[in-house]
């Protein structure tokens, strides 16, 4: 029998540790998991480069038969502005993904003056390179965990696949 959501949901925020990027609380009968990976802006002395990512993991508790599912958010865009031979140029790129993923992204930048907030919480400015990793096992292992010992288990076996 899983612990009732009444009792557990007042404990997540135990999950939240000062040493980890991510943070987790709970919402009606969801537990929301929230990650802000990146925010990077880098000057050049012809262009600048702007980065921000950001990654959302809900999940849904269904007490009724003692399962949780869980979807994937990750939002990502990466812009650009200089001078070259040519003249101007800007670009942009976005992204968006929903639904079950495993993903894991190392990013590492140098060269120019780069102010930088990663998830960490510290706010740089410098010439020291911007580097970040991102991985989704990261945040969903402690949770999935910390649920199943609460006696609660996946509600899919395409949830099962893509948890870890």
């Given amino acids: 029998m899983p612990t009732p959501l009444a009792q557990m949901l007042p404990e997540i925020v135990t ?12 919402q009606g009968s969801q537990i929301l998991g929230w990650w802000d990976v990146v925010k990077a802006t880098s000057l050049y002395p012809t262009e600048v480069t702007h980065i921000d990512q950001s990654y959302r993991l809900i ?3 269904n007490e009724r038969n003692g ?4 979807q994937d958010h990750s939002s990502e865009t990466e812009a650009h502005a200089g001078f070259t031979d040519d003249g101007f140029s800007f670009g942009a790129e976005q992204s968006w ?17 780069n ?31 910390w649920l199943e010992y609460h006696g609660w288990q996946h509600g899919s076996a395409l949830g099962k696949l893509f948890a870890r």
């Fill in 67 to 70: 399962t949780f599912d869980y």
């Fill in 15 to 26: 999950l939240n540790v000062e040493s980890q990027p991510f943070s987790f609380f709970a």
């Fill in 59 to 61: 999940v849904t508790l």
């Fill in 115 to 145: 102010r930088s907030s990663t998830s960490d919480g510290d706010d740089k400015v410098g010439f020291q390179p911007v580097a970040y990793s991102f991985e989704t096992g990261r945040i969903k292992e402690p949770l999935f965990t």
């Fill in 97 to 113: 993904s929903s639904g079950k993923m495993v993903k894991k992204k190392w990013h590492f930048e140098f060269g120019g003056v």
